[in-house]
């Protein structure tokens, strides 16, 4: 099952996804998602993972998430995994339990700074009991792989914004989660965001009539 990108609406598993969010706002609106976007998304996806356990049974994915904290191994030491480790921390369902990266350098300074294990080793992560969701965050282009072989291991996948570089690599990280039974979530925080869910609930209410265009100006500024 996939909650996945709106670039890719007419994919299988998208509608489903899209139901499974709503119903998730509703039935957990006392938790009062956190002010930090990230921390809503993520909390969204920490309920949704867990619910129920991992889904298929006969490919040997039994063990249940129900009832625990899940855990999250990040995929990639850059910036944004600082902040996907600012929101975890913040989030009672989810504990970060390892983070990964080719360079030694980077992988130790997150690891520290969280104080959990750390690794440039991808097959330690997929093989280490405690990973229940790998959050991918490597550059645009560089998840495919990654993905592929942590559904294989039987795990959830998160991959930060774009899912993919290409439809068909997308394609392949959804088949890859269908097929092991996993689930699949991409980060989109902007959409916790107030003004972005005022400016729903008013298009929702026909406050303002039909709409034929919408332009949207989002100034940001990131130093790397």
Same mark, same amino acid.
């Not at 645009?140 to 942590?150: D, I, N, P, Q, T």
């Not at 559904?151 to 993919?164: D, F, N, Q, W």
């Given at each position: 099952?996939? $909650?996945?990108?709106? @670039? ?5 598993? #998208? ?26 998304? #993520?909390?969204? #996806? ?13 490919? !040997?994915?039994?063990?249940?998430? %129900?009832?625990?904290?899940? !855990?999250?191994?990040? =995929?990639?030491?850059?910036? =944004?995994? !600082?902040?996907?480790?600012?929101? $975890? ?5 989810a504990r970060l339990v390892a983070v990964y990266n080719h360079a030694a350098t980077k992988a130790r300074a997150l690891g520290e700074r969280w104080a959990v294990p750390w690794t440039t080793g991808y097959n330690a992560v997929l093989a280490n009991r405690e990973v229940d969701v790998v959050s991918i965050c490597t550059p645009s282009g560089a998840r495919v792989e990654l993905a592929e072989a942590a559904a294989?291991? !039987?795990? @959830? ?5 774009? $899912? ?18 996993? &689930? $699949? ?9 107030? %003004? ?10 026909? &406050? ?12 940001? @500024?990131?130093?790397?």
């Amino acid at each position: 099952m996939t $909650l996945c990108n709106p @670039h890719y609406q007419h994919r299988r598993g #998208y509608a489903e996804g899209q139901a499974k969010a709503v119903v998730f706002r509703h039935q957990y609106g006392a938790l009062r998602f956190l002010p930090i976007a990230n921390n809503a998304c #993520y909390t969204l #996806y920490t309920l949704w993972m867990s619910r129920g356990g991992r889904e298929n049974e006969s490919r !040997g994915v039994s063990e249940t998430t %129900a009832g625990r904290r899940l !855990g999250y191994a990040l =995929i990639g030491a850059g910036a =944004i995994a !600082g902040v996907q480790a600012e929101a $975890l921390s913040q989030i009672p369902q989810a504990r970060l339990v390892a983070v990964y990266n080719h360079a030694a350098t980077k992988a130790r300074a997150l690891g520290e700074r969280w104080a959990v294990p750390w690794t440039t080793g991808y097959n330690a992560v997929l093989a280490n009991r405690e990973v229940d969701v790998v959050s991918i965050c490597t550059p645009s282009g560089a998840r495919v792989e990654l993905a592929e072989a942590a559904a294989r291991a !039987g795990k @959830h996948v998160v991959c930060e914004k774009p $899912l993919e570089v290409t439809l068909a690599r997308a394609d392949r990280i959804i088949r890859a989660c269908d097929e092991a039974g996993v &689930r $699949l979530g991409v980060i989109f925080p902007s959409r916790f965001h107030p %003004a972005t869910q005022a400016a729903q609930e008013a298009i929702g209410a026909g &406050r303002l009539g039909r709409l034929t265009l919408a332009s949207a100006h989002v100034p940001w @500024h990131r130093t790397d």
